[in-house]
């Protein structure tokens, strides 16, 4: 089984920042692409920002700029740095990832179960 713990939620200023990290742990022997989803109140879960294991990213035009995404292979750890934060980034925040486990030839989809950002003066 895999887990992923996201962390880093927090109330914030309009203009401010917040790093989220999302780490993933179990019976992990390859994960592929570690993504970044938000959901706001009465909103559809959104994409924010995807990164695959060679280090390739994409970002969400409405974060373009402002986010930026990360990962330490060695850690099985994400990261969401967000700077210049606006109103409009409030939302539950939900760590994705591409995982095989140990044992198993094919990829599984994995989710955290999320962190609160608040930006709001």
């Known amino acids: 089984q895999v887990q992923l713990v996201e962390s880093g939620g927090d109330l914030v200023q309009p203009g401010g920042s917040l790093r989220l990290s999302c780490a993933a742990s179990g019976s992990i022997a390859n994960i592929d692409a570690m993504a970044w989803y938000r959901q706001a109140p009465g909103n559809l879960r959104e994409l924010v920002a995807t990164i695959v294991s060679a280090g390739s990213t994409n970002y969400a035009d409405s974060v373009k700029g402002r986010f930026t995404i990360s990962r330490d292979n060695a850690k099985n750890t994400v990261y969401l740095q967000m700077n210049s934060l606006k109103p409009e980034d409030t939302a539950v925040y939900y760590c994705?990832?591409?995982?095989?486990?140990?044992?198993?030839?094919?990829?599984?989809?994995?989710w955290g179960q999320g962190t609160q950002v608040t930006v709001s003066s």
């Open positions: 994705n990832a591409l995982v095989r486990s140990i044992g198993s030839a094919s990829y599984n989809n994995y």
